[in-house]
C-alpha cells in the first residue's frame, strides 16, 4: 500500500481521495524547517570558528563575504588576518552527531571539494581586488566542527593551506 505522499505523486492514484496540494504544502513547508535548521547550525558553526581563531591570535577582518553584483561565485564564511599580515580565507564546514561516540560517516571537511576550493579562489581574489590587498600573501583554511547533541561536546579541527 503506498503512503499518502507516493499515492499523490502517482498518476493512476490520483483519484485516490488525498488532498494533493497539502500535502505538496506540507512538504514544502518541511523542506523549508530543514533548510533553517542547517541555517542555524551553520551559524553556530561560524560562531564557534570565528570564536576559536580570536583565541588563537587571529583578527577578523571579514565574515560571510559575497557578491554583490548577482551572480553566484560563492562565499567566504570568515576571513581573518593572521600576526604576520597574512589574510586567510576560511571555510567553515558543521555536522551534527547524535551518536553517544563522535564516529561521523562523512565528515565536515570531506565536504569541501575542489569545485568549493575554486569558488573560494575566486571569491579570495575578488575580495582581495575590492580591499585593494592585490600583493598579499593569503591562504585557505577550513575549520570542520561536529556538534554532538549526546554528549553535549563541540569537535574542532583546524586545517590550514587547502590547495586543490
Not at 2 to 12: E, H, I, K, N, Y
Not at 38 to 60: P, S, T
Amino acid at each position: 500500500m503506498p503512503s499518502a505522499r507516493q499515492t499523490c505523486f502517482r498518476r493512476d492514484e490520483v483519484k485516490s481521495g488525498f488532498n494533493c496540494r497539502l500535502l505538496i504544502t506540507d512538504f514544502i513547508k518541511m523542506v523549508k524547517e530543514e533548510r533553517q535548521q542547517r541555517l542555524k547550525l551553520g551559524d553556530r558553526g561560524e560562531k564557534v570558528a570565528a570564536n576559536y581563531l580570536l583565541a588563537q591570535g587571529y583578527e577578523m577582518v571579514s565574515a560571510n563575504f559575497s557578491n554583490d553584483k548577482g551572480y553566484r561565485w560563492g562565499e567566504i564564511d570568515l576571513v581573518v588576518k593572521n600576526k604576520r599580515g597574512q589574510i586567510i580565507f576560511v571555510e567553515v564546514k558543521t555536522r551534527q552527531n547524535n551518536k553517544s561516540e563522535n564516529n561521523e560517516d562523512i565528515l565536515p571537511e570531506e565536504n569541501v571539494t575542489p569545485q568549493k576550493i575554486r569558488k573560494i579562489e575566486k571569491a579570495a581574489n575578488v575580495f582581495l581586488k575590492e580591499n585593494d590587498l592585490s600583493g598579499v600573501d593569503w591562504r585557505i583554511d577550513v575549520v570542520a566542527i561536529i556538534f554532538n547533541n549526546v554528549s553535549r561536546k563541540i569537535s574542532l579541527k583546524h586545517i590550514k593551506y587547502i590547495r586543490i
